[in-house]
């Protein structure tokens, strides 16, 4: 028999999102056979960066997102520094790689521990009071002695995510949001107590992400190895790159590039297109490329489902996130599903905060960190990198000189995305169907494959 | 299976040992399960960025954020950390306001444009529809962030969803406690709510609803970097220079927080932060003024 599931909220994650999964039997199990995912807040940062001082949209477009300021910062240096014809010195870039870099892992610290574990976990007993109840309960939780360790993690977690914050404070003034990256660079400057400092919580932090983080995943994938098999979605993957490694940004640590029908291909930003069909925005909005886009709300329009648009990159579905990134890099390619995420995000913790250790070597106390270029009247730019949760782009116009036009393409907007216009679906509604749902007043398989995305639904609508 | 109390501390006891791990964490655990009365607190999102809960979960100086959650408060609805989803989790938020006598959180600003349909909570659940079912049985509303007080960069022009802070919703209310900030310095909400619990009345608040003891002297007044170059007239006249930031587009005249004391991020309980916006060369972008950002734009000069 046919059911329907609305959850709404979905919980543990940035945002606003409601899931709904209409579920049937089919071959005698009981299975997701439709998904619809929708984005159920607007807040139009597009509109509102209009007419504004190019300078300020890093400051700006820093609170489309409490969980990736900084990705959006740096987003935005770029698309400017694009647009400036400018680009940092060699401190500024790797004060700015180090910033990310802390957020980076925070982020990967707080989604592993915090959001999505207690799927897993049945922590009655243990956690006896708001937030943890009430709760599913389902009879494949880890209970027990490895549940009450894993609860001791997590409150461990909460101070190491706290520490990455600390460290990424010492060059980015505070986190969240930072204050320091600006287009051309940073305004903190380099000395040999903040390389130090630094040097000290990342080394304590690297600790925690070898010795507890990646046992802790990989023990995960032990324990439910029908994840593994489970939340495949569309199978194709796209990723910016990040991390730049020379000033120009032509090599990263993390590189651009996706992956997608089974073949490997490089990034053209032209090639990317949001449709609006299932989307509340007008015609207008739709069918166009970021550089020319355009964003009108539409209220109760017939049909449309989320106030996420559905971004393609040449017409296909595209998924994205840390598996993606270490999927094209050739880290990672154990396989696609909802447990191969949370491994691969667990791993490129470990990639970035090894080669944040490096880093600190390339600063030069008493060398420039800034590069300084005044306003155009009239330019273009466009800045790709990556956010925690996946391949992020800023799009600027410039006139007057003042922004005649800003768009914003964020990771979850990729993941969560309704239907387009071909009618594809988004990559977590793809995910979800096929998905088995044991028991129906508490469809934590659901939950688990929309957790292993990481959604963040106040950068998709944004 | 469930474990009992004693099954618990033995395990966690054996955890510690084998692994070297410290014993706050597990303290603060016996303690939650020694059965303390914590305050109840309803935390609800709006148009807003998350940013105040993720400054929040940064607390140290007063409690970290184990001993808060564990602890000080009971948080019986956050959609970012509650372990329950969908229905099972409204019913948490439902069931405490119908017990009454919650703190009542709210982060992120409120759309009226469209009857709220900007922002929807839960089916059904507009957030202008959710502070009006949640505001009369609550103690405290305490406005997090500066959307949710004034509106913040949620109501930048053109206001596209027509925000408004909490106030701008409600009205002046005696129980509102705006605290400003984007995001909010994790000392101000914690701080604020330490207040509550033991005096059982709202902190001295000045005409923006905002408790003095944080927000009470004018960023520019106390300045480290103006200070240490008062008289020689020394400003900046390039990001990343040293010197005053006067010049850039510094915000810190028309701004009242005590940034240039708390600073940022503390690393240990009771110890102020080691960085903020000026002591890092950039300018104040006044962040926690009701007139932010429209009236504080554009934040360089230059």
């Given at each position: 028999m046919a059911t329907t599931i609305k959850v709404d909220p979905l919980t543990r994650i940035e945002g606003h999102l409601a899931v709904e999964v209409n579920i049937e039997s089919v071959g005698g199990t009981q299975q997701v056979v439709d998904a619809k995912c929708s984005g159920t807040a607007f807040r139009g940062f597009e509109p509102i960066l209009a007419n504004r001082d190019p300078r300020d949209a890093v400051y700006y477009t820093q609170r489309i997102c409490g969980v990736c300021p900084t990705s959006h910062a740096q987003a935005s240096a770029l698309c400017l520094e694009q647009a400036f014809g400018v680009t940092p010195p060699t401190n500024g870039r790797v004060i700015r790689n180090l910033i990310l870099g802390a957020d980076h892992i925070q982020s990967h610290v707080l989604h592993f521990y915090h959001l999505a574990a207690l799927d897993y976990i049945n922590t009655t007993g243990i956690l006896n009071k708001g937030p943890w109840v009430p709760r599913y309960v389902t009879s494949d939780m880890i209970s027990g002695p490895t549940a009450s360790m894993l609860v001791?993690?997590?409150?461990?977690a909460l101070a190491i995510r706290r520490k990455a914050h600390e460290m990424g404070a010492i060059f980015g003034a505070k986190l969240p949001c930072n204050s320091t990256i600006v287009c051309g660079g940073t305004t903190e400057v380099v000395s040999a107590e903040k390389i130090n400092d630094f040097r000290a919580l990342l080394t304590e932090i690297r600790a925690f992400v070898d010795d507890v983080y990646i046992p802790d995943v990989q023990a995960l994938g032990s324990l439910f190895p029908q994840y593994f098999s489970l939340g495949a979605g569309c199978g194709n993957l796209l990723a910016f790159g990040v991390f730049d490694l020379d000033n120009a940004g032509n090599t990263k640590l993390l590189a651009r590039g996706r992956y997608?029908?089974?073949?490997?291909g490089s990034v053209d930003p032209a090639q990317i297109v949001e449709y609006v069909k299932y989307s509340w925005y007008t015609d207008a909005s739709g069918n166009k490329n970021p550089a020319v886009g355009i964003t009108e709300p539409y209220v109760g329009k017939p049909g449309a489902y989320s106030w996420d648009k559905a971004p393609r990159y040449a017409s296909k579905v595209h998924e994205a996130g840390p598996l993606a990134r270490m999927w094209v890099n050739g880290d990672y390619r154990n396989?696609?599903?909802a447990m191969d995420r949370l491994v691969a995000r667990a791993l490129e913790s470990?990639?970035?905060?090894?080669?944040?250790?490096g880093w600190l070597n390339e600063l030069v106390v008493s060398s420039p960190v800034y590069n300084q270029k005044s306003?155009?009247?009239?330019?273009?730019?466009?800045?790709l990198t990556e956010a925690p949760r996946g391949a992020l782009a800023h799009w600027i116009q410039i006139s007057g000189s003042k922004i005649a036009r800003y768009q914003v393409v964020t990771p979850t907007s990729w993941n969560a995305s309704p239907k387009d216009d071909l009618e594809q679906k988004g990559p977590i509604e793809q995910a979800l169907i096929g998905a088995p749902v044991a028991d129906t007043a508490q469809p934590i398989e659901v939950l688990r494959i929309v957790h292993s995305f990481d959604p963040c639904l106040a950068c998709t609508v944004h | 299976m469930n474990i009992t109390r004693r099954d618990f501390l033995r395990a966690s006891a054996a955890i510690v040992a084998a692994r070297g791990l410290k014993e706050s964490g597990v303290f603060a655990?016996?303690?939650?399960?020694?059965?303390?009365?914590?305050?109840?607190?309803?935390w609800l999102q709006g148009l807003g960025c998350n940013g105040d809960s993720v400054s929040l979960l940064n607390t140290i100086y007063y409690a970290s954020a184990d001993e808060l959650l564990l602890n000080t408060i009971d948080l019986e609805y956050h959609p970012t950390v509650m372990a329950a989803a969908g229905d099972l989790a409204v019913s948490a938020a439902e069931d405490t306001e119908v017990a009454g006598g919650y703190v009542?959180?709210?982060e992120g600003a409120i759309p009226t444009g469209a009857d709220g349909a900007y922002c929807t909570i839960w089916e059904g659940m507009t957030m202008q529809n959710a502070l009006t079912t949640f505001a009369p049985n609550a103690s405290f509303i305490l406005a997090v962030g500066t959307c949710a007080a004034y509106g913040g960069m949620s109501a930048g022009a053109p206001n596209p969803t027509m925000c408004k802070g909490?106030?701008?919703?409600?009205?002046?209310?005696?129980?509102?406690?705006?605290?400003?900030?984007?995001?909010?310095?994790?000392?101000?909400?914690?701080?604020?709510?330490?207040y509550l619990l033991e005096n059982g009345q709202a902190p001295p608040l000045d005409a923006n609803r905002r408790p003095l003891m944080y927000f009470g002297n004018r960023i520019h007044d106390w300045c480290y970097d103006r200070r240490r170059f008062c008289g020689t007239n020394y400003k900046a006249t390039q990001l990343s220079q040293p010197g005053c930031l006067q010049n850039l587009g510094c915000k810190g005249p028309q701004t009242y927080a005590d940034c240039y004391m708390r600073k940022f991020n503390s690393g240990e309980k009771g110890r102020f932060g080691g960085n903020w916006c000026i002591g890092a060369r950039s300018p104040c972008q006044g962040c926690v003024q009701p007139n932010y950002p429209d009236g504080m734009s554009p934040f360089f000069a230059g």
């Open positions: 001791e993690h997590y409150v461990q997608t029908e089974g073949a490997y396989g696609v599903s470990k990639k970035v905060a090894d080669a944040m250790d306003v155009p009247v009239s330019a273009t730019g466009v800045g | 655990l016996q303690q939650a399960l020694a059965g303390q009365t914590a305050v109840p607190v309803i009542l959180v709210i909490v106030t701008g919703v409600l009205g002046n209310l005696a129980k509102i406690i705006n605290i400003p900030g984007c995001p909010a310095h994790p000392d101000w909400i914690v701080g604020t709510i330490s």
